[in-house]
């Protein structure tokens, strides 16, 4: 057993136990993670504050349901937790909306769907790459997130966001575009510098 899963149990049953000091612990070690999760879903500073916050309460109300199955399910139990308390309050918000956009990708003379290929997605550092996927309107956002990152089908985004499958499609279809557009403008800009 490594020193990590340990360490996770002993903090867990100490936070089961009512220890704060480990609740604290508990904290430190996830909250940089967690919000980082959250930030995918949330573009708001302060709904991610609410969020987190929120999330947190639900954690440490809800700790005594987790049951330890081996290294990585706390982190992965907590991440569950704070992806559904993100869907949760962005619903709540009405900020999954569908969002309308001229049609930017036609309108855009820098852009030429030639030019991105798949490959080109390793061309891009990750800092640029998470801050193109967060610059996305929040709808496509948070379906690009679902599908992509959680691996969610249109089926489960479209019961989890209360949207139609057809238009959990749609969104991934055009935040892909976007995603493109914007690949191809930084190339183009990073081969003529």
């Known amino acids: 057993m490594g020193t990590n899963t340990g360490n996770e149990r002993r903090v867990v049953d100490l936070v089961k136990n009512g220890d704060k000091k480990a609740a604290k612990e508990l904290y430190d070690t996830y909250s ?3 919000t980082g999760i959250v930030a995918r879903y949330v573009a708001d500073d302060d709904l991610l504050k609410d969020v987190l916050q929120e999330s947190f309460v639900k954690i440490f109300s809800s700790i005594d349901t987790f049951e330890y199955k081996g290294e990585g399910s706390l982190k992965a139990w907590l ?3 704070v992806v559904n308390e993100s869907l949760r309050q962005i619903v709540e918000n009405k ?3 569908a969002i309308e956009i001229s049609d930017v990708i036609e309108d855009n003379p820098e852009y030429d769907p030639e030019l991105v290929e798949e490959d080109d997605v390793d061309k891009i550092p990750i ?4 801050e193109m996927i967060c610059n996305l ?3 496509y956002r948070i379906v690009f997130n679902l599908y992509v990152i959680e691996g969610r089908s249109h089926k489960e985004i479209s019961s989890m966001l209360g949207i139609k499958e057809n ?3 749609s ?3 055009r935040a892909k575009a976007i995603l493109s557009e914007q690949i191809a403008i930084y190339l183009n800009k990073k081969i003529k510098n």
């Open 79 to 81: 991440a569950k937790i």
């Open 95 to 97: 900020k999954n909306q």
């Open 167 to 169: 238009s959990s499609a």
């Open 32 to 34: 940089g993670y967690l």
């Open 171 to 173: 969104q991934l279809h």
């Open 127 to 130: 800092d640029v790459l998470k």
């Open 137 to 139: 309107p929040d709808g």
